[in-house]
C-alpha cells in the first residue's frame, strides 16, 4: 500500500497562510496525471473535496485554497486563512489501489 | 444534482453481518466512468477505503479487509450494497458512500460523498 504522511497539525493566525504537507511512500504521479486528491472535514461533517489530481480546484471552493506537487511530495495552500478553514484536513492518492488517505492535519488557530 | 444518502442498522451485536445500502439520485451508474464506492471512520480517526464498484461491475476491495466484504448494486433502484461479515468493536464508526469518476485508467477523487451513517458495534 501507498503511505501518507502528513504532519498531526499545524497552528495558524487568521489573515496568514497555511501550507500543509502531504509525502507519499512512492511516487502518485503518472505521465499525465498527478493522482493526489486534498479534503476537508469538519466536526460532525463528512468530507469535501478540495483539490483533485494535486493542484485542480474543486467545483466551489474558494480561490484561496490552491494545490501544488508531483511525484511523493505535495502541498495544500490556504492564504489567507480564514475562521471557516478551521478543520482536518486530508491527502488521498488514487494512482494505485488500494485508495490510501493521510492520517490528516488539524489546522487550529494560534 | 448528485446525492448520496446511507441508511444501516445503527447497532449491531460482535459476529453478526452488517448490511449498509447507499441510495442515489442524479446520475446514472450505468454511465460510463461512474463508481460508487465505501468509507469508513471511526469515531474521532481517519479515513479508510473500503470497497467500489464500476459502472461495469468491476469490484475492487480493500486487501485489509476483502474477506469480510461484499459489495454489490441495483442499478435499476439506484441503489449500491456493502455487506461486512463478522464485525466486531473495531468495525465501529461512520460509514460514508462516495461517488467517483474513472480516467483512463485511474480512478479521480472522490467527488461526492453522502453525509455517512454511524454503526456501532456493541454486545
Known amino acids: 500500500d501507498i503511505v501518507l504522511t502528513q504532519s498531526p497539525a499545524l497552528a495558524v493566525s487568521l489573515g496568514q497562510r497555511a501550507t500543509i504537507s502531504c509525502r507519499a511512500s512512492q511516487s502518485v504521479s503518472t505521465s499525465s496525471y498527478n493522482l493526489m486528491h486534498w479534503y476537508q472535514q469538519k466536526p460532525g461533517e463528512q468530507p469535501k473535496l478540495l483539490i483533485y489530481?494535486?493542484?485542480n480546484l474543486a467545483s466551489g471552493v474558494p480561490v484561496r485554497f490552491s494545490g501544488s506537487g508531483s511525484g511523493t511530495d505535495f502541498t495544500l495552500t490556504i492564504n489567507p486563512v480564514q475562521a471557516d478553514d478551521i478543520a482536518t484536513y486530508y491527502c488521498q492518492q488514487s494512482r494505485e489501489l488500494p485508495n490510501t488517505f493521510g492520517a490528516g492535519t488539524k489546522l487550529e488557530l494560534k | 444534482q448528485v446525492t448520496l444518502k446511507e441508511s444501516g442498522p445503527g447497532i449491531l451485536q460482535p459476529s453478526q453481518t452488517l448490511s449498509l445500502t447507499c441510495s442515489f439520485s442524479g446520475f446514472l451508474l450505468s454511465a460510463s466512468s461512474v463508481n460508487l464506492g465505501w468509507i469508513r471512520q471511526p469515531s474521532g480517526k481517519g479515513l479508510e477505503w473500503l470497497a467500489t464498484i464500476g459502472w461495469e461491475d468491476v469490484k475492487h476491495y480493500n486487501p485489509s479487509l476483502k474477506s469480510r466484504l461484499t459489495i454489490s448494486k441495483d442499478t435499476s433502484n439506484n441503489q449500491v450494497f456493502l455487506k461486512i461479515t463478522s464485525v466486531d468493536t473495531a468495525d465501529t464508526g461512520t460509514y460514508y458512500c462516495t461517488h467517483s469518476d474513472y480516467y483512463d485508467t485511474y480512478y479521480g477523487p472522490f467527488a461526492y460523498w453522502g453525509q455517512g451513517t454511524l454503526v456501532t458495534v456493541s454486545s
Open positions: 489530481d494535486a493542484s
